[in-house]
């Protein structure tokens, strides 16, 4: 009997697991844009229309491939506004025996596709995602045997298996890892290239016109529009990546710049996290570039430890740790979010650079999330599932499995350290030092208190202080601990009186 292959918006990918083994002559493949889906957070409106778009591409594709596809724009007139509703109207259409799908990146969608079944009267068949290097059952029993989870050691055992940079049983250059060759500061003579552009088509123009009419309300802005909508496109995107901006991304990784949103970053991972491109292609790209004099070792480590090592990390942590993770709060915040998280109305000018430029993107990249936005939040004591709710709501790459554990274990530490080794707290010298956005700030980063004072440099000391009991055994902090005892108490209190007045304001 035919069966159903359900492909989710996030799994365009030639290869997944739900369509091996495919009979083109009978079975459906099924791809449904559905408002349950687009809605259940107000995703970034250039975040849906590249999904869209992306969607249809690869509808298209595949019937060119001899694939039978029943495919469901939002606009459809019978369009039932959900997956298990599509579902349904199909069958009664066509008969199946057996629902495909693979699993997806969301406990909350993974726990609804297991209750298909009594709801259809079909068999449901969820299979493994087949896009990864390691398995949530793979990483579950590496964690099990140990008290503590770190990636760096994760990362070397895929290295291991996978032979990535390796000269036999040694990483190539006798290092693991090069972080610490990846952290210098940005300056006006940079010639940093255009990132990738694609041409809008048909298909893409109209799926513009949908998103802009039917989620107007949504945060962010839908043009200019340059996502890659094909895997042609994602091919052309990574080739432009290793060409012209790898040699360059190692040295200024945690750079940031005012007017230069993309610097040498890949912008690869909205296409690895929907399926256009796979995280091996990629690996071998960048390793072929060292191999071959194009690009040098700290930029090529540095590339394939966020796919093979953090990427595949932080989804391991996702489903080895839900449902429980989602509720983490650790140091029990619970203040709002602050309104200029969504219109870049703020005095503070490196935040202000992030939120316009995220506004405008649907991006940002991993530095101004963790040390501006994610800082700023961890300091403030913004409530985890308000700041959750705002990064899987306005990054075009984000969903719950890589947004959830970064946010709630690396941003915000608010699982008590299970996945990173300290908070990633900074006062506003870190953020000098890697950009140039303290020079056009109304706040004085070279001031510790008063109202002209960087917020960065008092909120630090108040969030150490108001959190010492939780925080004074870790190691990583002791010297910083250290430094604030020896402070006076006139300067203990003037760091207090800043934070308590400025906290006060934020709305």
């Not at 990173?420 to 109304?442: E, F, L, V």
Request: charged content about 25%.
């Amino acid at each position: 009997m035919k069966k159903i292959r359900l492909i989710l918006g996030d799994q365009l990918s030639h290869s997944i697991s739900s369509l091996e083994g495919c009979d083109k002559l009978n079975d459906i493949i099924l791809i449904c844009e559905v408002i349950e889906e687009a809605s259940y957070v107000k995703h970034h409106k250039k975040k849906i229309a590249f999904l869209f778009s992306a969607m249809r591409h690869f509808a298209n594709e595949l019937t060119e491939l001899g694939y039978t596809v029943s495919y469901v724009k939002l606009d459809d007139e019978l369009n039932t506004g959900s997956f298990l509703g599509e579902i349904k109207r199909l069958i009664a259409d066509e008969p199946c025996g057996q629902v495909v799908v693979t699993q997806p990146g969301e406990y909350r969608l993974l726990k609804d596709i297991r209750s298909w079944e009594s709801e259809l009267g079909v068999a449901i068949e969820v299979r493994a995602d087949n896009r990864f290097l390691s398995t949530p059952e793979e990483f579950s029993s590496w964690a099990s045997e140990r008290k503590q989870i770190r990636m760096e050691y994760f990362y070397r055992n895929v290295r291991r298996d996978y032979g990535i940079l390796m000269e036999g049983k040694e990483p190539v250059g006798g290092k693991w890892n090069y972080d610490g060759d990846n952290r210098k500061s940005p300056n006006a003579s940079l010639s940093i290239p255009p990132p990738y552009h694609s041409n809008i088509d048909s298909i893409t123009e109209d799926v513009i016109k949908l998103v802009s009419e039917r989620f107007s309300d949504h945060f962010g802005d839908i043009l200019p529009f340059q996502f890659a909508v094909t895997r042609n496109q994602a091919l052309e995107a990574l080739k432009q990546f290793i060409e012209h901006r790898l040699y360059y991304f190692g040295d200024y990784q945690d750079a940031m710049l005012e007017g230069e949103p993309w610097m040498y970053h890949s912008h690869l991972s909205f296409y690895l996290n929907c399926g256009l491109l796979l995280p091996m292609e990629c690996v071998r790209a960048a390793e072929q570039a060292y191999y071959d004099g194009y690009a040098p070792l700290n930029s090529v480590e540095g590339f394939i430890r966020q796919i093979v090592g953090w990427r595949e990390y932080v989804r391991g942590v996702y489903w080895h740790k839900m449902p429980g993770y989602k509720a983490e709060n650790f140091f029990d915040a619970k203040r709002k979010l602050p309104e200029f998280y969504w219109t870049a109305k703020t005095k503070m000018n490196c935040l202000s650079q992030c939120v316009t430029e995220t506004k405008e993107n649907a991006y940002a990249h991993h530095i101004q999330r963790l040390m501006v936005l994610g800082n700023f939040a961890l300091l403030t004591g913004i409530a985890p599932d308000e700041v959750n709710e705002w990064f899987l709501t306005v990054y075009a790459d984000a969903y719950e499995w890589v947004e959830l554990p970064n946010v709630s274990g690396m941003v915000l530490f608010a699982d008590g350290g299970y996945l990173a080794s300290k908070p990633y707290a900074s006062g506003g010298s870190y953020i000098n030092k890697m950009s140039d956005y303290c020079k056009s700030c109304q706040y004085s980063v070279s001031k510790k208190n008063g109202e002209k004072a960087c917020p960065f440099n008092y909120l630090y000391w108040s969030f150490l202080a108001k959190n010492r009991e939780k925080l004074s055994s870790n190691h990583r902090l002791r010297m910083m601990y250290t430094v604030f005892d020896r402070m006076p108490d006139n300067k203990k209190a003037e760091i207090e009186h800043d934070s308590n007045t400025f906290l006060g304001s934020l709305k």
